[in-house]
C-alpha cells in the first residue's frame, strides 16, 4: 500500500482543512485529490506555502464559536441563494457552479462573506434546480446553505 504526501488546498470532509499536510493512498491522491485541486504535492520546498495558507486561513476564519452560529443562523433563514448561468439543451449549464459563485452570490445577496474554500459541494451543480451545500464556518459550525440555479 503506497502513500503519497499532500498539502490540502481545499477542505476536505473527514480528511482535514486547507494548509494541512496529509498523507492518503496514492490512487486516491492521483485519482481524486490532485485533479480536483484539492491538494497539491508535497515538498520539502512547500513549507513556506503552507505557513502562508495557515496565516490566510486565520485571517479569513471567524473569529469564535459565538460569530459563527450568528452568520449561521443568518445562512439558515434565508431560503434560497440564487445563482444564474447560462444554459444549453435541457436546461444543462454550460460548465458546472463552482463555491466561488456561491460565495458571490452570498455576498450579494445576503451581505454575508464567506470563504469559497468552506462551500462543500457534494456533487457537481450542473442543470438547473434546487440544491444544498454545506458551508464550514468554524470547526465546530457548519450550515445548510439552500441554493437555487436558474437560467441567465
Known amino acids: 500500500m503506497a502513500t503519497t504526501k499532500l498539502i490540502l488546498t481545499h477542505d476536505v470532509d473527514k480528511l482535514g482543512s486547507a494548509g494541512d499536510v ?5 490512487g486516491y491522491a492521483r485519482n481524486y ?10 515538498s520539502k520546498g512547500a513549507q513556506r ?3 502562508d495558507m495557515a496565516r490566510a486561513r486565520r485571517k479569513r476564519e471567524i473569529a469564535s464559536v459565538d460569530d459563527a452560529r ?3 443562523d443568518q445562512l439558515q433563514e434565508v431560503k434560497f441563494v440564487t445563482v444564474s448561468g447560462k444554459t444549453g ?9 463552482s ?10 445577496q445576503i451581505g454575508q462573506t464567506i470563504d469559497r474554500r468552506k462551500i462543500v459541494i457534494p456533487a ?21 446553505l439552500h441554493v ?3 437560467a441567465e
Open 89 to 97: 439543451s435541457n436546461d444543462r449549464l454550460f460548465g458546472a457552479v
Open 148 to 150: 437555487r440555479v436558474i
Open 124 to 144: 457537481p451543480i450542473k442543470t438547473l434546480g434546487d440544491y444544498t451545500v454545506k458551508v464550514n464556518l468554524h470547526s465546530e459550525v457548519s450550515a445548510n
Open 33 to 42: 485529490l490532485v485533479p480536483r485541486g484539492l491538494a497539491t504535492a508535497w
Open 70 to 72: 450568528v452568520v449561521r
Open 99 to 108: 463555491s466561488a459563485d456561491i460565495a458571490q452570490a452570498v455576498q450579494d
Open 22 to 26: 496529509v498523507e492518503v493512498r496514492s
Open 49 to 51: 506555502q503552507i505557513d
